[in-house]
């Protein structure tokens, strides 16, 4: 066969394939889908599976040698009151992150809907993606520094002849300790400053959405200002608030190095299969505890899709 009635077959093959293409749009959309859906399905699901099978497996306490035989026994060692502590740490502290990150987000981010134009827009973009530009562990030690007994914060309330004010505020035995780097009001820090820009961007993107002239009508017909607030604006930007809220409720659950670095010596959930995986070589209980997470998470998209939160991302 000649060079030329080889290009001329492999152009008739070609055509063949891109004519089959075009009438079969359904078979293009397969062909591009499968390789991302064959990474999804092996790589990662194939993982979540086998972690959940992990967690069917026992220790056992005399040799430490992982029992294969499928049993519940690992997860009922969650109710133990240690574990059963570290979980709901994790929660009450992702869900208190959520709280504030809404609280501060939802004024920034309706700013950004209604006043900000043109360059100043651009400058919030600018600001509140700039810090995602950075290192996290950047980000995590710097603050670890400012929350330091010789950090700038302690430094400014000894300015203001405060420092009396931290010291009660660290003496309180839940939330308290040597500093507040080392303290649950740091770690909550840490986790709102890091997190917070997840929720903005989402609520800033409803709120968009939302028409001037349903605010116009509300004040109309005689609502004061805070009426308009909590009966038209924030159900139309619930949408986004939860959006946000699968972010930085989800990245809180499973995050372990703030809590490792900025926190106290309280576990969290991360933390708790960091050392029960590595340290202590407890790969069960450790399976049992990142299939927390999962559960979790699993409860609150189904509610988020409920409240059409997936329409604001």
Avoid: C
């Avoid at 026992?58 to 040799?63: A, P, Y």
Wanted: glycine letters at 8%.
């Amino acid at each position: 066969m000649s060079d030329q009635a080889f290009i001329d077959r492999n152009i008739g093959l070609l055509g063949r394939i891109s004519d089959a293409l075009w009438r079969k749009p359904s078979m293009l959309i397969f062909l591009l889908i499968l390789p991302p859906a064959l990474w999804l399905g092996i790589i990662y699901l194939g993982s979540l599976f086998a972690l959940l099978a992990q967690s069917f497996f026992s220790i056992d306490e005399f040799t430490g040698q992982i029992q294969y035989e499928w049993t519940l026994k690992t997860y009922g060692e969650l109710f133990r009151p240690s574990n059963f502590d570290i979980i709901v740490r994790t929660v009450v502290m992702a869900a208190a992150v959520t709280i504030g990150a809404a609280i501060i987000g939802f004024p920034v981010a309706y700013y950004a809907a209604r006043y900000a134009r043109g360059k100043w827009k651009a400058i919030f973009y600018l600001g509140i993606m700039m810090p995602l530009w950075s290192s996290y562990l950047v980000k995590v030690y710097s603050w670890k520094l400012i929350l330091a007994k010789e950090g700038i914060l302690n430094w400014l309330f000894e300015t203001l002849h405060l420092s009396w004010l931290l010291n009660a505020y660290l003496s309180i035995p839940i939330i308290g300790g040597n500093s507040l780097s080392v303290s649950v009001t740091g770690t909550f820090l840490v986790f709102l400053y890091v997190w917070l820009p997840f929720m903005i961007l989402p609520i800033q993107a409803s709120l968009e959405r939302v028409p001037i002239s349903m605010l116009e009508a509300s004040g109309d017909l005689g609502a004061r200002p805070s009426q308009t607030v909590r009966h038209v604006l924030l159900p139309l930007a619930l949408p986004g608030v939860i959006a946000g809220s699968i972010f930085t409720f989800s990245l809180t659950l499973g995050d372990y190095i703030i809590p490792q670095i900025v926190g106290s010596s309280r576990r969290f959930i991360g933390q708790a299969v960091y050392a029960f995986q590595g340290t202590a070589g407890n790969i069960p209980l450790a399976a049992a505890f990142a299939v927390v997470p999962i559960l979790l998470m699993a409860v609150y998209l189904w509610i988020a899709k409920r409240k059409g939160a997936f329409d604001a991302l």
